[in-house]
């Protein structure tokens, strides 16, 4: 029986502008969404019925079962195609849970690519059920870079040819940052929107700081790298990244990582 795979690359906010509140009470915010070269991996063939397993370093923090959002993301695109047919999936989680990186959403839009390879059908049903899986979906689903509005999930090509192929390093405390608890902790202050990516910042870092003290460790720590041109944290963290003028840098600094906290050495797409 074939089997498919399909890579789901780690997401980085470049900057991450929050701007204020939707009418359906989700946070607008401005940010250029990149991605890595590296992440998780989600595999899948056919079978009478949906079924995921799980395997890599962060698997154990993760079920099987339907609360998954890889197996709701499968069940969601099923129904909207009219398909009755399933699936035997098998997801490598290589990346921490609830870090900021797009994980869980990067592993959704997967599912979404893989799934409608694999039971061949029209990908506009893709398309139309990601926003209803997270706000990074579709972002996820495109992993190409992109300028996110709205809730993130108005979307536009953002073009940065200094963007693709750069060596960038990862880095995570190790611990688990709920992406609500963030944003209920932001003070509602509107700084202005996105310009230079590289002038920017991330409204979410202060009180992500406050909840995790260690994601400032990190921040500190990237900066003070050789080579590193800019250390900002992603998303909603607590992953947080260092963006490096050559791979020899980026390499020196990875090795350096204190081991109590997971990294990633990689590049942008």
Known sequence: MI????????????????????PD?????ETIFAFCTDGDTLEGQADDALSLTLSGPFAPDLVA??????????TALRDAAGFLGGAALHLKKMLPVASGVGGGSADAAAALRLLTRLWKIDPDHATAVAP???????ACLLSMTTRGGGAGDELALFDDSTIAGTPVLLVNPRIP???ADVFAAWDGEDRGPVGDWRQGRNDLEEPARALVPAIGDIIDWLA?????????????????????????????????VPERWWHLATYLR
């Open 3 to 22: 089997a498919y795979s399909e890579p789901a690359p780690a997401k980085l906010n470049l900057a991450l502008h929050v701007r204020g509140r939707l």
């Open 224 to 256: 003070l790298q050789p080579g590193a041109s800019l250390a900002r944290m992603s998303g909603s963290g607590a992953t947080c990244f260092a963006l490096f003028a050559d791979e020899g840098s980026r390499d020196d600094a990875a090795a350096e």
């Open 177 to 179: 940052l709920p992406t």
């Open 65 to 74: 079962n339907e609360s998954n959002l890889v197996v709701k993301t499968a």
């Open 132 to 138: 209803g899986l997270g706000s990074d979906v579709p």
């Open 25 to 29: 009470g989700r946070h607008r915010i």
